[in-house]
C-alpha cells in the first residue's frame, strides 16, 4: 500500500513523499529539512529522488539528502541539474522497486524547455506533472513557446481520466477565480470553488486533482470549447481560430490577472 504523501514547503509548493513502511521516494525537494523530518518521523528510508525541472524549488534539496542517502537522482535529459545522476526522456521506464512502482516519463516542455512528467498506471493512475498542469490552470511559460506548453497540456490530457494529478503547488483558489472570470456560466467551477475553500480554510491541500475534473474546469484544458473561445475573443478583441490562439491568450491574460 503506498501513501502519497504533501510536504509543504516554501510559501505554496508541495514535495510529494510517495512510500510504503520503509521506503521511500521524493519527487522535486526544493529543501531538505522537512523532507528529512518526515522521514525520520516516519523510520523511512530515502531510495529514489524525481525531478521534473531544474528550478531551484525543485531542486536545492538535492544536496543534503545526498549527503545522507546514496540514492539515484532521476531528472530531465534536456536540463542541466548537477545533482541529477540518471537523465531520463519520454519513453524511458523507471523502476522503483522498493516502493513497487513503475513509472513512465513523458517529456512536457513549456514550462521549462526539458520539463518532464512522471506517469505511472499500477495500482492507480498517477501523474506528478510538476510545474506543468495546476489544478484549474496552467504553469507559467518560461523557456518554451505557448504551444509546446498547449502540447504538453494536451499530451497529459490523453492519460486516462481517473488519473491522479499531484502537482507541485497550491494554486488552485487564485486559479479558480481566474477560470471564473474567463468561464462565469461553469457551474462545476462554482462547485470546485466551495469545496476547494472548505479545504484551504481547514489547511487541507487541494491535490491530488484528477484529470477527469480537470476537463471539466481548466480553461487550458478546454481551448476548443465555445465558452472559453468566446472568453478569450471577448478579453484580446480578436477573433481566434485555433486552440493554441486561444490557449496563447488565456495564458497572457492569466499573467497579467
Ligand atoms: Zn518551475
Not at 505554496?12 to 521516494?25: F, K, L, M, S
Not at 506533472?129 to 490523453?158: A, H, N, V
Not at 486559479?175 to 481547514?202: C, H, M, S, W, Y
Amino acid at each position: 500500500m503506498l501513501t502519497i504523501y504533501p510536504v509543504h514547503a516554501f510559501k505554496d509548493n508541495y514535495i510529494w513523499v510517495i512510500h510504503n513502511q520503509d521506503y521511500a521516494v521524493v519527487v522535486d525537494p526544493g529543501i531538505a529539512s522537512p523532507i528529512i523530518e518526515y522521514l525520520t518521523l516516519n523510520k523511512l528510508r530515502l531510495s529514489a529522488i524525481l525531478i521534473t525541472h531544474h528550478h531551484h524549488d525543485h531542486t536545492d534539496g538535492n544536496a543534503e539528502l545526498l549527503k545522507l542517502f546514496d540514492v539515484p537522482v532521476y531528472g530531465p535529459q534536456h536540463e542541466f541539474i548537477s545533482t541529477v545522476t540518471h537523465s531520463v526522456k519520454e519513453g524511458d521506464q523507471l523502476n522503483l522497486p522498493e516502493i513497487s512502482l513503475h513509472l513512465a516519463i513523458l517529456d512536457t516542455p513549456g514550462h521549462t524547455q526539458g520539463h518532464i512528467t512522471y506517469y505511472g498506471s499500477d495500482p492507480i493512475n498517477l501523474v506528478f506533472c510538476g510545474d506543468t498542469l495546476f489544478s484549474c490552470g496552467c504553469g507559467r511559460i518560461f523557456e518554451g513557446t505557448p504551444q509546446q506548453m498547449y502540447e504538453s497540456l494536451q499530451k497529459i490530457c490523453r492519460l486516462p481520466d481517473d488519473a491522479f494529478v499531484y502537482c507541485t503547488h497550491e494554486y488552485t483558489l487564485s486559479n479558480i477565480r481566474f477560470a471564473r472570470t474567463v468561464d462565469p456560466g461553469n457551474l462545476q467551477l462554482i462547485e470546485l470553488e466551495r469545496t476547494a475553500q472548505a479545504l484551504r480554510n481547514k489547511h487541507i491541500p487541494t491535490i491530488p486533482t484528477t484529470l477527469a475534473l480537470e476537463k471539466t474546469v481548466n480553461p487550458f484544458l478546454r481551448c476548443d470549447q465555445q465558452d472559453i473561445v468566446r472568453g478569450a475573443q471577448n478579453y484580446s478583441a480578436k477573433s481566434l481560430l485555433d486552440p493554441v490562439s486561444v490557449f496563447t491568450v488565456l495564458r497572457e491574460w492569466k499573467n497579467n490577472f
